[in-house]
């Protein structure tokens, strides 16, 4: 079988998680979120741990070196080997650089600024297994609760308005440019990050199974 690895890039919000989930289980492939990564990093006690944190909750990329090195380190791992859907990556020129080769397409969703907005002021997120809900889209069956294990859903602590527009800020300077990079490579598609769920994850799939024929 073709071994075959995709990333979903776009701002925050847009629905990377979401759809690569989607794909992985489609592709029958494990679905990997350096975000997840380094929120279970961050959870730790240790000054290293803390300093990711940091970064987190100022809406600041992790620095590259580490970024790159955990995400190589991860990849390499057995599971992995018949490829990824991963969402999160690359989010600089230097990372798009350095992981050119783990990586054979990239889904790039676009959404308006103030979608972005919208979407992470209402997102509840659950603490324990990490499912996304939206208050006004994608409300959880019982309020606050999570469908999947019935934990009491919390907030992002970086979904608030300073941090939002500190991370709109950061994709715009510093991950934008690494369209362009995947572009000229021939191996990005542009999505409409607005259109509903399903539609999106009808499009990725029919692209990815286009350019894997
Ligand atoms: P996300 O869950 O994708 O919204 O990412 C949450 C936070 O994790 C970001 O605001 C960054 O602080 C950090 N992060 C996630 N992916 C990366 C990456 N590829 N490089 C550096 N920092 C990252």
Do not use: W
């Amino acid at each position: 079988m073709k071994v075959f690895r995709v990333v979903l890039i776009g701002p925050p919000g847009s629905g990377k998680s979401t759809q690569a989930e989607i794909l992985a289980v489609k592709m029958r492939v494990p679905f990997l979120s350096t975000g997840n990564l380094l929120r279970e990093f961050a959870q730790g006690d240790s000054q290293f741990s803390k300093d990711i944190k940091n970064y987190l909750d100022r809406g600041e990329i992790v620095p590259d070196e580490l970024t790159i090195q955990l995400i190589k380190d991860v990849v390499s791992e057995e599971m992995y080997k018949k490829g990824f859907v991963a969402e999160g990556f690359p989010r600089t020129i230097k990372q798009a650089e350095a992981m050119d080769f783990l990586i054979d397409q990239v889904v790039c969703l676009k959404i308006a600024d103030q979608e972005v907005m919208d979407r992470l002021l209402s997102r509840q997120v659950c603490p324990k297994c990490g499912e996304n809900y939206n208050r006004l889209t994608q409300p959880p069956k019982v309020e606050g609760i999570c469908d999947q294990c019935q934990t009491k859903l919390t907030n992002r602590s970086d979904d608030n308005r300073e941090v939002i527009l500190n991370r709109l800020k950061i994709y715009h300077e510093t991950t934008e440019p690494v369209i362009a990079y995947f572009q000229s490579k021939n191996k990005l598609i542009m999505i409409d990050g607005g259109l509903p769920v399903e539609i999106i994850s009808e499009k990725i799939y029919h692209h990815i199974n286009m350019v894997t024929a």
